[in-house]
């Protein structure tokens, strides 16, 4: 696979969020849980800057303009970076929260991506195993650490090769959950998502207006019923 060359980005800790017009769907809803669908560009828990107040978190506390309901005792029991849109699961009370936190501590709740990559990875499927460490120098990045770094795996199907120019659909299945793994994995392996800010080549941020990572399905028990659930969310690119 080609390694292209790694721009470093300046990281300010003074970050503000843009303004998200989109909205918070609701997907699936019972009296224990929601399955909802988060847009791109929206935090998950609002930030201690006063003006990243707004999140999927809050919207949900406080309603969302008459779109919908407020949810009194909602909490995230999972939350996504905010670049990345697609389906979280909340819980609507504490007891559901909690029955739900102990799944995804367990690791038997199975998360689905969808990302496109820069170029075309050589391989129709694989593994990528780099260990992750926290980068206390360029926070809030990730690095690559073999020696220090906590062991990480990510499974790969491409589903697509596209052109002009050279562009990979790819299925993540991530068998563990470290921060900001699917994107320093993927570009590990040169082959960074589109549109991401800080894990990106020459070109691959200005590829794309938004990070092109996707919440696609999740696979879980229900906090009630023990039914096994299967959520699944739209990819919008």
Same mark, same amino acid.
């Given at each position: ?7 470093? *980005?300046?990281? /300010?800790?003074?970050?503000? %969020? ?21 847009? =791109? @560009?929206? &935090?998950? &828990? ?14 949900? &506390? ?6 919908? *309901?407020?949810?009194? $005792? ?5 939350? !996504?970076?905010? +670049?990345?849109? +697609? ?8 007891? %559901? ?17 969808? %990302?496109?990559?820069? @170029? ?17 120098? &360029?926070f809030p990045r990730v690095k690559i650490c073999q020696s220090s770094g906590?062991?990480? /795996? =990510?499974?790969?199907?491409? !589903? ?41 080549? #020459?070109? =691959?941020? $200005?590829? %794309?207006?938004? !990070?092109? !990572? ?6 879980? $028990?229900?906090?009630?019923? +023990? #039914? ?10």
């Amino acid at each position: 696979m080609s390694r292209d060359a790694v721009s470093v *980005p300046t990281i /300010v800790d003074d970050f503000v %969020a843009p303004l998200c017009s989109d909205v918070v769907s609701i997907l699936y809803q019972d009296d224990d849980i929601l399955l909802i669908n988060k847009p =791109s @560009g929206l &935090l998950s &828990l609002s930030g201690k800057n006063p003006l990243n107040l707004d999140s999927v978190h809050y919207r949900l &506390l406080q309603g969302q303009d008459g779109v919908s *309901p407020a949810f009194a $005792q909602a909490k995230l029991p999972h939350r !996504l970076d905010f +670049g990345t849109s +697609g389906i979280m699961v909340v819980g609507l009370h504490a007891d %559901a929260a909690q029955h739900l936190n102990k799944q995804f501590q367990a690791g038997s709740i199975q998360k689905h991506y969808l %990302a496109m990559l820069e @170029g075309w990875l050589s391989d129709d499927q694989g593994q990528i195993t780099a260990a992750i460490a926290k980068d206390k120098n &360029l926070f809030p990045r990730v690095k690559i650490c073999q020696s220090s770094g906590k062991a990480s /795996v =990510s499974e790969y199907n491409v !589903l697509q090769r596209l052109e002009q120019p050279q562009r990979s659909l790819v299925r993540f299945t991530p068998l563990t959950g470290r921060t900001h793994q699917l994107r320093i994995h993927s570009l590990a392996v040169g082959h960074p998502i589109l549109g991401c800010d800080l894990y990106s080549s #020459e070109q =691959s941020e $200005q590829l %794309a207006e938004r !990070l092109l !990572l996707h919440a696609s399905d999740l696979y879980f $028990q229900h906090p009630r019923t +023990g #039914e096994r659930m299967h959520g699944r969310c739209p990819c919008p690119f």
